[in-house]
């Protein structure tokens, strides 16, 4: 993929700086748990490229799962993650997660997250995957809200932590194969160098590479693909998890409807009112993402219609309003009653199962970069995520994160000081204006089209044609405007999901090959697809890292 090693011309000479022992990119569950982390003497710079309040976790709706109740175990919220992850995932990271959840949610309680309790213990409730209630909320439908209410207010009376809002992360910056800091853009300031003893990168998803997702705009793979221009391995970009139920009424914005709803004993119908789950799992309703999502695609290919309903009509309508009071606020907003009326939903890209290769600790390959949250790959979702398994994720990563950052810059002696680096574009001679919001829709079509639910080789060709001949006329182009890079980010992503793809010749979790429509396990096993390394120049005061060989690596190989 042509490409330049970074996204924009810069000199250090010409150029603000400012300088931090921590620098955290990304101001969800993630970056700010690792904030609060880093100890009162060392200083922390949070930066986001929108509000501080825009974020995926904001977003979460279902809650956070972890072992609280006497008939559950973590042994049994162990097997139902693995059986998830249907066979890629790490068991250690697995079990590292797992037995650190309590101890994060009693943390965010401490915080003042205030959960949904019944009489006086936190409540609980199942979805998809889970065999036992174990899934804390809040506000009923909106726990992604509560806790990034509380976490923000925390970080915000932290003495020790700055945030910056409105502040694009355009590239990491590597000096000597390390990482030293980032490029950003700051609204009305400028473009600014950010030198730091050691960088966490908590960016979040690329969900926004797909036209139907239950993403906000601001989810563009921005961290995924600046990790991988300063060379950090990324892996398993193929496992895109859907949703299977996204709010669908045509012409409107896309919201999701909380896997709850089916926790809570919704059925799924398709146009003529049959359930279709029993015949498509023994799990029904209840079986992981994935396969309700594909029975979700054969059901509205089977109907021709464009999607199926949610029905609760059958559930306590008291029960069902005071559970989910955020989904019956915005179906009220399209005339449904949500206790009544059938809820029409189809799938929707909806969370990053690849990303960033990280070890047990959250290193990367690149010395002085960590990663936390969905930029990552840590071996805890395998193929599919079970459900509410990623904001405590984000809470156990974060924190591991933040504990070996400190430890490294402490010992780094690293001087902070700014270094005279300077990186040209060429400018290329190019007459036409880019339509980039046109270019940015037509990507996010094709996503969808051939690189969706269900996938085959002749279409991801296809599909790696168009995105490649889109990355020549387009990476090597020096914007600057949000959008621009967005572009060049999303480009970056959708070229290694398909690759990853086209590589992958089985069926597993997320990732579904009808001409390859069965799990491989003899041929794959616990093998990851690893992205093949950038070829980019670099000037020579910033090196470029070394290449990461394209191979497909397995697990127990990975640090």
């Not at 990476?475 to 980010?489: A, C, H, K, S």
């Not at 999303?490 to 001409?515: C, K, N, P, Q, Y």
Request: net charge negative; aromatic share 6%; proline share 5%.
């Amino acid at each position: 993929m042509s490409a330049n090693r970074y996204l924009v011309s810069f000199d250090a000479r010409q150029t603000f700086h400012r300088f931090t022992d921590i620098l955290v990119i990304g101001a969800g569950i993630a970056g700010l748990r690792a904030a609060l982390e880093v100890p009162a003497d060392l200083s922390v710079l949070v930066v986001t490229k929108d509000r501080i309040t825009e974020s995926n976790s904001s977003y979460a709706q279902g809650g956070i799962a972890g072992v609280r109740s006497p008939d559950d175990s973590f042994e049994n919220h162990i097997q139902d993650t693995l059986v998830a992850g249907d066979g890629l995932c790490d068991r250690a990271i697995v079990e590292q997660v797992i037995h650190g959840a309590p101890s994060q949610i009693e943390q965010l309680v401490n915080w003042g997250t205030k959960f949904d309790c019944e009489d006086g213990q936190l409540a609980l409730t199942r979805e998809g995957g889970h065999s036992h209630r174990r899934i804390v909320h809040a506000l009923g439908d909106s726990t992604g809200f509560e806790v990034m209410r509380a976490i923000i207010a925390t970080a915000r009376n932290t003495p020790n932590v700055t945030l910056w809002d409105d502040t694009f992360t355009i590239d990491l910056l590597t000096h000597e194969g390390q990482c030293v800091g980032a490029v950003v853009s700051r609204n009305g300031m400028g473009r600014f160098i950010i030198w730091a003893k050691q960088v966490i990168l908590a960016s979040g998803g690329c969900g926004m590479v797909y036209r139907e997702t239950t993403n906000p705009p601001v989810a563009t793979g921005d961290g995924m693909a600046a990790a991988y221009r300063a060379g950090a391995e990324l892996r398993d970009m193929e496992f895109m998890q859907f949703h299977p139920t996204v709010l669908y009424v045509a012409g409107s914005a896309r919201y999701l409807i909380s896997e709850a709803v089916r926790g809570e004993g919704a059925y799924l119908r398709d146009v003529n009112g049959e359930r279709f789950m029993p015949a498509a799992d023994p799990r029904c309703e209840l079986a992981p993402r994935d396969v309700v999502a594909r029975a979700i695609f054969r059901t509205m290919e089977r109907t021709q219609h464009p999607n199926v309903y949610l029905d609760l009509s059958h559930l306590d309508p008291a029960m069902v309003l005071r559970r989910f009071p955020g989904i019956n606020r915005v179906c009220r907003g399209f005339a449904l009653d949500i206790t009544k009326d059938k809820i029409p939903v189809r799938p929707g890209a909806h969370y990053m199962l690849g990303g960033v290769t990280v070890d047990p600790h959250g290193r990367t390959s690149v010395p002085g970069l960590w990663a936390a949250g969905e930029v990552t790959s840590s071996g805890l979702h395998g193929a599919n995520r079970l459900a509410s398994n990623s904001l405590i994720e984000g809470l156990v990563y974060g924190t591991m994160c933040a504990q070996g950052a400190v430890d490294a810059a402490r010992k780094s002696g690293y001087n902070l000081t700014a270094l005279p680096l300077k990186y040209v574009i060429a400018k290329h001679e190019i007459d036409d204006r880019l339509d980039i919001a046109d270019m940015t829709a037509s990507l996010r079509s094709l996503m969808v089209r051939k690189m969706g639910i269900v996938r085959e080789r002749a279409r991801l060709l296809e599909a790696q044609h168009d995105v490649e001949f889109w990355c020549r006329y387009v990476l090597t182009r020096d914007f600057d405007t949000r959008g621009g890079w967005e572009l060049q980010n999303l480009l970056t992503v959708a070229r290694l999901m398909i690759d990853a793809a086209l590589r992958r010749e089985e069926s597993r979790g997320t990732h579904f090959r009808s001409d390859f429509p069965t799990r491989d396990d003899a041929g794959w096993g616990l093998r990851h697809v690893v992205a093949p390394a950038q070829i980019a120049e670099a000037p020579a005061s910033v090196p470029s890292p070394a290449p990461v060989v394209p191979v497909v690596k397995p697990i127990q190989e990975e640090f």
